[in-house]
């Protein structure tokens, strides 16, 4: 319940950070690990180091299938500017997408494991993946402008209660034995999700399309942040271990990617 509460406050001040900076400010920093660290630290407390190592292995893939996500809002939005109702088309193809992405994905961690493959090896299998879509994708400039309408506070609230469900949801899975599902549950795309429908809503398809890639991008720090946390949850303790990911993550990743994407887009000004 905490975790799920956390989490749920944390999201909705995710996407404010884009309609008030821009895509790459917004994008990056406002994906810095949020609702992983009370995931995570709820799933240790609830099924113990063996259902937290197998949880956080698999968020890597699970960002991964976010980026998929992301990608069908970069990419379909363009492809529909004759339709009546291009958001609803985005929003159900996204999620289609993501659901179909999420099985396979689940199908091959699970063989991947059964295979002795190592849940960290899979978990940094994943992290790679998704550090290439996000550099195939980022690779070019795109629109970053910044809001010009503000997101209305029931759509905030919205956010929120999605972001509280999906992380509840995911640590009473993980609770219940099921750490793979759970590691899904856990990022599944609820802010980027809300984040994308109302951003479009309040500004049109412009502002969520530019905000799309630094969002992939920096949400690798989620993914950062779940490997680590296996080695640091168990070692220094849920408060310190926490602590200690969330340091390497944004440090180690985030500013890195804002420092990049910043500087590449000023160049090409």
């Known amino acids: 319940m905490i975790s799920a509460l956390f989490a749920g406050i944390v999201a909705t001040l995710v996407t404010v950070a884009i ?8 994008g990056i920093l406002g994906t810095v690990p949020s ?14 180091e063996a259902a ?15 980026g998929i996500f992301l990608t069908v809002w970069i990419i379909l939005p363009p492809h529909l500017s004759q339709a009546k109702t291009p958001l609803m088309i985005t929003t159900i193809s996204a999620l289609l997408i993501w659901t179909f992405s999420a099985i396979i994905m689940l199908k091959i961690a699970s063989f991947a494991l059964e295979e002795n493959l190592g ?5 940094f299998i994943g992290l790679l993946l998704l550090l290439l879509l996000s550099v195939i994708i980022n690779w070019k400039t795109t629109e970053i402008a910044k809001g010009k309408h503000p997101v209305s506070p029931f759509v905030l609230v919205c956010r929120g209660l999605a972001a509280a469900i999906a992380i509840g949801f995911a640590v009473w899975l993980s609770g219940q034995g099921q ?10 795309p609820a802010i980027f999700l809300t984040s994308m429908v109302a951003l479009w809503m309040a500004q049109g398809p412009t502002v969520p ?14 993914a950062v942040y779940a ?13 310190m271990g926490s602590i200690i990911a969330w340091l390497v993550a944004v440090i180690g990743w985030s500013l890195p990617a804002f420092i990049v994407l910043s500087k590449r887009n000023s160049f090409s000004d």
């Open 209 to 222: 399309r530019g905000a799309a890639g630094p969002m992939m991008l920096g949400g690798a720090s989620v």
């Open 35 to 48: 609702t992983i660290v009370p995931a995570a630290a709820g799933m240790y407390l609830a099924g113990g």
């Open 179 to 188: 750490p793979l599902i759970a590691g899904i549950a856990a990022v599944f």
């Open 52 to 66: 937290l190592i197998e949880s956080m292995a698999i968020i890597p893939l699970g960002m991964l299938v976010n």
């Open 19 to 26: 309609e008030k900076w821009g895509g790459i400010t917004g």
């Open 227 to 239: 490997i680590v946390s296996i080695w640091s949850l168990p070692e220094f303790g849920v408060l």
């Open 119 to 123: 849940a960290i090896n899979l978990g």
